[in-house]
Each structure stands twice: as structure tokens, then as C-alpha cells.
């Protein structure tokens, strides 16, 4: 009895060691959701929920007062626009509940997934450590990369969502093509699930291909002639929902270009960002000589042969294929743990696991600082710390819904989270067409060499009622008859109303 007993307790004492942290990790980001930390792309998002809730059907550019589509308003955010519409919630509070559902669907998609490779009741959480831990000695953040400190930051946006939905889909897939009794309406709900993924977030849709291509290739057994063609009913399915969503063509987004310098850091020190997942790696390489089709293997070969194909080609949007290669590696590094096999090699195994998960909890150790004051935390650990964006509630006390602010790139970012809109949007507009002579408006207003006749021409052609400028940012002077001071905010900026 005794010796029967101890595979149970050594089980129940993995189960706490890996689940004890990830409650830690799970009220952690529950307390950032609270306090939504402001950062990145966040007034995007905000300002397609405030366009939504004015103009459901037809809500025009998000970021300018131009009637043009955009590949933001997808259907999780056409969902929260409806929330924020009949409940009249305010948008930052619409986007914690996008967040809270975003948290939910990640963490219980890894779960999901996880148990489809192993019934181990530890397995699952020791991989959701790996993969908001195993990442690097430097610090990354980026949507779409799951990493503590990224994810704090990008919790709320459609990045999380769709990853978590993306989970779901692996783990059903995988269990859709085990079976022998799934009839159409799986594979057609499977399509469905796949679209809403890609039309939510397209970069990580491009991951769940990925990943979904991988399940398939890697199914034990092979799947019979009918399984497949239910699955080519799926994916066309999808196509077809893919071509007829009313809010942006999905499909003109292959044309587009201008990414490639925004991710040409995503192929920059990879060893400092990414490190710590090659202990994955190993555990992949010992999965590869178990079962040369294994899911993990080729969800991991297909996204390095895309991340590299990018990076040779100089097509480096396609590094946002990136978590392709580091996701299977992180879950690998977990599941090895529990593989069967000699004693020693797993120990030896699980203590590089254990020592790079520290490592990588001590890159990001900062994070707690997004929900508690910096001077509560230890000197090195709020040394790590970075404070986020402080927004424009100021500017939104003055400012009313669909006023057009002239401001510069950054406050761009920010502006349009509050209902006004900006002269030029803060982010690359592929599907506004005179994109570039709006950021060269906004670029002569500010210039030194500009007149001030030119500067009012500016502010009249594009119908522009306040300015908000940073001390020695240019434009009209400060006490220019067509300008009055109306209020101020962090770092010298300036609220001035036009009135000449």
C-alpha cells in the first residue's frame, strides 16, 4: 500500500508546485485588468469601440474623420462595440471585460490543448508557465507574443482573445480528427471558429494556420478520406466568411505593404528576447525522435520556415510568425517533464526547465509594478520596472466627440481613444487613401520653415478645432490670435482651441 501510494503523492506535489504559481500569475494579470496599464496600441482599439458604439453599421475610419473601412472593426470588436452600445458601459471599462474574457479564453485554451498530449494533471499548468515565462533574458513585448510583461500590457486587445480562441481550436481539431463520429456541423463550426481567429487578428490567425496545418500533418492515425474532405469543407467554409465580412475586404490585406520596418526588430537579438524557449527546442528534438510527425515538431518547423523565409526575403511582417516557432517549443518544454522514460534524464531536464523559468520570471519580475506603487517594491526589482502611457483624460474633459485634433505621431496613438479624431492617424492606414498627405499636413504644421498662412490653411482644409503641442514641437506660437490656451497636462503639453 505504502509503495502504491507514493506515484499519487509525488503527483500531487507537482500539481502544486506547477498550479501554486500560475494562481499567483492568474491574480496578478487580474489586478492589471483592473488597473489597465496603458501602452502600445491600446487607443486603437479604444477608439474602434467609441466609432461602434456611435455608428454600429457604418462607423467610418476609426482614427480620422474619414469614411474609409479598417481591418479593426473584426467581429470580437463589433461584439464589444454592441456591449458598449446597449449597456452604455464607458469604453475602458468595455475593454476590462475584453480583457477578463481574453485571460479566460487563454489560459483555458492551453488547458484544453495541453491534455490533448497528456492526461498528466500538472502538464497544463506548467505549461502555461512556460509560455508567459520562456521567453528571454531581455526584456520583449509585442501583441500577440504571450510573455508576462507583454501580456500585461496587450491583455485587453484583440491579440489575446484570438490567441485564446486559437488554443480551442488546436485542441478541438486535434480531438475532430481523432474521431470517427464528428459529422460536418464539427468541421463546418471548425471553419467558423478559424475565420472569426483570422478576421480578429490577423497576425495571430497566420499562427493558428499555422498551428492548425501542424494538427493535421501530425494526426495519429491519418485521417480517413471522409474526415478530410469534412475538413475541406471547413476551411472553404471559411473562405467564404472570410470574403463576405461587410467591415473590411480580408483579402486586400495581402496587398498591402509598409509593415516591413516596423518588424525589422522582431529578427534583431533573438537570442536575448527568445533565449530561454530553446530549452523547448531540446524537448521538441526528443519528441522528433519518438514520432517524426509529431504535432509539435511541425507546428514548430512550419513557423521557423516562414520566420526564416521572412527574414531572407525581407519581408519582415512575416516575423509576426514568430510565436509559431516559440509556442510549440514552450509547451514541448513542459510536457517533456512527464514523458516516460530514464529517471535521470527527465530530472536532469526538468532542472534546465525549472532554472530558465526563473530566469525568465526574473526578466519580467517588473510586471507587478503595473498594479502596486514602485517605491513598494524591492530597489531591483522596481528597477525593472517601465511606467505606462498616462493617456489624455485631460484633453477629453474640453474636447468633444468627433472634434479633430492637430497633434504629432505620439498623442496620435492616444487621442482617438476618447471619441475625438486626429488630423493624421497614429498608426499606418492602408485603407485611407490620402494617408500620406494627411502626415505631411500634420508634418509642415509643426515645421519651422512653415507660414503662418499655411499652418491656418492646414487647420481649415482639415476642419481642425484644437491642437495639442509639446513645448518646442512648432506650429503657430502659443499666442497666435487664432489660438486660445484651454488647458494643460503631463509634460508641458498644451491644449489650445482654434479659434481664428
Given at each position: 500500500m505504502r509503495v502504491a501510494t507514493k506515484p499519487v503523492i509525488r503527483e500531487v506535489a507537482r500539481s502544486a508546485a506547477a498550479f501554486v504559481p500560475v494562481l499567483l500569475l492568474l491574480v496578478l494579470l487580474l489586478l492589471v485588468i483592473v488597473r489597465l496599464p496603458w501602452a502600445g496600441d491600446l487607443g486603437i482599439h479604444a477608439a474602434t469601440i467609441e466609432r461602434l458604439r456611435h455608428h454600429l453599421a457604418d462607423p467610418g475610419n476609426p482614427l480620422v474623420d474619414?469614411?474609409?473601412?479598417?481591418?479593426?472593426?473584426?467581429?470580437?470588436?463589433?461584439?464589444?462595440?454592441?456591449?458598449?452600445?446597449?449597456t452604455g458601459l464607458g469604453t475602458?471599462?468595455?475593454?476590462?471585460?475584453?480583457?477578463?474574457?481574453?485571460?479566460?479564453?487563454?489560459?483555458?485554451?492551453?488547458?484544453?490543448?495541453?491534455?490533448?498530449?497528456?492526461?498528466?494533471?500538472?502538464?497544463?499548468?506548467l505549461a502555461l508557465l512556460c509560455l508567459v515565462l520562456l521567453w528571454g533574458p531581455a526584456l520583449f513585448n509585442w501583441s500577440g507574443f504571450p510573455g508576462l510583461n507583454s501580456l500585461a500590457l496587450t491583455i485587453s486587445y484583440p491579440s489575446t482573445f484570438a490567441l485564446g480562441l486559437s488554443f480551442h481550436f488546436w485542441a478541438l481539431l486535434r480531438k475532430a480528427l481523432r474521431g470517427r463520429g464528428e459529422r460536418w456541423p464539427v468541421f463546418l463550426g471548425l471553419g467558423l471558429l478559424w475565420a472569426v481567429i483570422l478576421l480578429s487578428h490577423q497576425f495571430t490567425g497566420v499562427v493558428a494556420s499555422v498551428g492548425g496545418l501542424a494538427m493535421v500533418l501530425g494526426a495519429r492515425p491519418w485521417p480517413s478520406r471522409a474526415v478530410l474532405a469534412r475538413l475541406a469543407g471547413g476551411v472553404a467554409l471559411g473562405v467564404v466568411l472570410l470574403g463576405l465580412w461587410p467591415y473590411y475586404s480580408f483579402f486586400e490585406l495581402f496587398g498591402v505593404g509598409g509593415l516591413e520596418q516596423i518588424h525589422r526588430?522582431?529578427?534583431?537579438?533573438?537570442?536575448?528576447?527568445?533565449?530561454?524557449?530553446?530549452?523547448?527546442?531540446?524537448?521538441?528534438?526528443?519528441?522528433?525522435?519518438?514520432?517524426?510527425?509529431?504535432?509539435?515538431?511541425?507546428?514548430?518547423?512550419?513557423?521557423?520556415?516562414?520566420?526564416?523565409?521572412?527574414?531572407?526575403?525581407?519581408?519582415y511582417s512575416w516575423g509576426r510568425v514568430l510565436p509559431a516557432v516559440l509556442i510549440p517549443a514552450q509547451l514541448a518544454a513542459a510536457l517533456e517533464v512527464f514523458e516516460r522514460g530514464r529517471v535521470e534524464v527527465r530530472r536532469v531536464f526538468a532542472?534546465?526547465?525549472?532554472?530558465?523559468?526563473?530566469?525568465?520570471?526574473?526578466?519580467?519580475?517588473?510586471?507587478?509594478?503595473?498594479?502596486?506603487?514602485?517605491?513598494?517594491?524591492?530597489?531591483?526589482?522596481?528597477?525593472?520596472?517601465?511606467?505606462?502611457?498616462?493617456?489624455?483624460?485631460?484633453?477629453?474633459?474640453?474636447?468633444?466627440?468627433g472634434d479633430v485634433v492637430m497633434a504629432k505621431t505620439f498623442p496620435s496613438r492616444q487621442i482617438p481613444a476618447y471619441g475625438p479624431y486626429t488630423v493624421a492617424p497614429g498608426y499606418p492606414d492602408f485603407f485611407l487613401p490620402d494617408q500620406e498627405e494627411r502626415v505631411a499636413a500634420v508634418r509642415d504644421y509643426f515645421a519651422a520653415g512653415t507660414s503662418r498662412a499655411e499652418r491656418l490653411d492646414i487647420l481649415r482644409r482639415y476642419g481642425v478645432r484644437w491642437v495639442v503641442a509639446y513645448p518646442g514641437d512648432g506650429g503657430l506660437r502659443s499666442d497666435d490670435a487664432a489660438l486660445r490656451r484651454v488647458a494643460a497636462g503631463p509634460g508641458g503639453q498644451v491644449l489650445y482651441e482654434v479659434v481664428g
Open positions: 474619414a469614411d474609409t473601412p479598417s481591418p479593426y472593426y473584426s467581429p470580437w470588436m463589433l461584439l464589444l462595440g454592441c456591449l458598449a452600445k446597449v475602458f471599462v468595455v475593454l476590462r471585460v475584453a480583457a477578463l474574457v481574453g485571460l479566460s479564453l487563454l489560459v483555458t485554451g492551453v488547458f484544453r490543448f495541453v491534455r490533448t498530449f497528456s492526461a498528466r494533471r500538472a502538464a497544463a499548468p526588430s522582431l529578427y534583431r537579438d533573438l537570442l536575448a528576447h527568445f533565449g530561454l524557449a530553446l530549452v523547448g527546442v531540446a524537448a521538441l528534438a526528443l519528441r522528433w525522435r519518438r514520432f517524426r510527425r509529431d504535432p509539435l515538431v511541425l507546428f514548430f518547423l512550419l513557423g521557423a520556415a516562414m520566420f526564416a523565409a521572412g527574414g531572407l526575403t525581407g519581408h532542472g534546465l526547465l525549472g532554472v530558465a523559468l526563473l530566469v525568465g520570471a526574473w526578466t519580467q519580475a517588473g510586471t507587478p509594478g503595473y498594479v502596486v506603487p514602485r517605491d513598494a517594491l524591492p530597489v531591483r526589482v522596481a528597477a525593472k520596472y517601465r511606467p505606462p502611457w498616462p493617456g489624455y483624460k485631460w484633453l477629453a474633459q474640453e474636447v468633444r466627440y
